[in-house]
């Protein structure tokens, strides 16, 4: 099985070879990503940022873009889990089929967001935020990233503070308070991957 909601199903012939599973795999998540790609270069002073960095964010960070991304996939109140090719499946099945703990935090996390009702700017600019507050290790230009996150949580916090009324400081601190849950929800996620790459 491959109980990833990026592909199309958990689904796997079990006499496909492994080579095929992950070509057909990748075919499912590859738009996914390169839109990841296309959104960070829209991010103003992204492409300013020398390319190494760009390139060492967009590696530790596109997971945590495409959690927020796809967090609307997991519906808590129905538990089910609906995969990139439409179809659903319930938790308990995916459960069946060997997913675990870090199925349910990242349940819990999309319920959680969902509870903050952003609207799409809000969106997009928390998910910014998310992408240049990735894993700095190998950062050349340290200040320069700093400089951007900073401008961009001040755009996010400026939209919050206009739309959320009472609650707007408490949804700013809830979001950014959601960094380090999905730099957690990245690292399970990590070695999901890598232990499925050595045992698929
Ligand atoms: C598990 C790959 C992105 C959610 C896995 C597994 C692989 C994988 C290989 C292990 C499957 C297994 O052992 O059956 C990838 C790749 C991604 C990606 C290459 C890059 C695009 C995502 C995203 C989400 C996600 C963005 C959430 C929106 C999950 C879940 C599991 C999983 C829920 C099962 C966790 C569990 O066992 O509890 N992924 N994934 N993945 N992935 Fe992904």
Request: proline letters at 4%; one cysteine or more; a negative charge.
């Amino acid at each position: 099985h491959l109980v990833c909601p990026m592909n199309t199903s958990p689904f796997v012939d079990p006499n496909k070879p492994s080579q095929e599973i992950w070509e057909e795999f990748s075919m499912s998540f590859t738009p996914a990503v390169r839109d990841v790609v296309d959104f960070a270069k829209g991010i103003p002073g992204f492409c300013d940022l020398p390319e190494h960095d760009q390139v060492s964010l967009l590696k530790a960070g596109t997971f945590e873009v495409l959690m927020v991304r796809f967090a609307s996939l997991f519906n808590v109140v129905e538990r089910t889990v609906t995969f990139l090719s439409g179809k659903r499946y319930s938790l308990d099945m995916l459960r069946s089929l060997g997913a675990g703990e870090l199925l349910n935090s990242m349940c819990e996390f999309s319920e959680k967001l969902a509870v903050l009702g952003l609207n799409s700017d809000e969106m997009s600019f928390f998910t910014a935020v998310v992408l240049v507050s990735a894993d700095r290790s190998g950062i050349q230009d340290l200040d320069s990233v700093e400089a951007l996150q900073d401008k961009l949580i001040r755009g996010l916090r400026n939209l919050v503070m206009q739309n959320h009324g009472e609650e707007s400081a408490t949804t700013f601190t809830k979001l950014l308070l959601k960094l380090p849950e999905l730099r957690s929800l990245n690292n399970m996620h990590s070695e999901e991957l890598l232990s499925f790459k050595v045992h698929p």
